[in-house]
């Protein structure tokens, strides 16, 4: 496990993430574990990073998801030098990803 999530209860989240098997399960878990604000913040991120993975430009990043250019230039980041997590999804979404139904 990465050294930053040491001494959190990070493992016990990604391990009940793991469990979840179908969209029900899923919303509920994030439902009860997350605030409405949580969800749509976490969910704006991986729309943003769809969008940067798609080559658009910032102004259209803006526009589509309300997102800051603080949000995007992270998002943007964590693309380029982060540990390929969005990839890995958006390669397993597939089809989905790739229609921007995200």
């Given at each position: 496990?990465?050294?930053?999530?040491?001494?959190?209860?990070?493992?016990?989240?990604f391990?009940?993430?793991?469990?979840?098997k179908?969209?029900?399960?899923?919303e509920?878990?994030?439902?009860?574990?997350?605030?409405?604000?949580?969800?749509?913040?976490?969910?704006?991120?991986?729309?943003?990073?769809?969008?940067?993975?798609?080559?658009k430009?910032?102004?259209?990043?803006?526009a589509?998801?309300?997102?800051?250019?603080?949000?995007?230039?992270?998002?943007?980041?964590?693309?380029s030098?982060?540990r390929?997590g969005?990839?890995?999804v958006?390669?397993?979404?597939?089809?989905y990803?790739d229609?921007?139904?995200?």
């Open positions: 496990m990465d050294p930053k999530f040491k001494n959190t209860h990070a493992e016990l989240l391990r009940a993430v793991l469990t979840l179908n969209m029900e399960e899923c509920a878990f994030f439902d009860d574990i997350c605030t409405v604000q949580e969800i749509r913040a976490i969910s704006q991120r991986l729309k943003v990073a769809q969008m940067l993975s798609e080559k430009v910032y102004s259209e990043i803006v589509k998801t309300g997102a800051s250019t603080a949000t995007i230039s992270r998002v943007n980041r964590s693309l030098y982060g390929d969005y990839n890995i958006f390669e397993r979404l597939g089809d990803a229609h921007g139904d995200l």
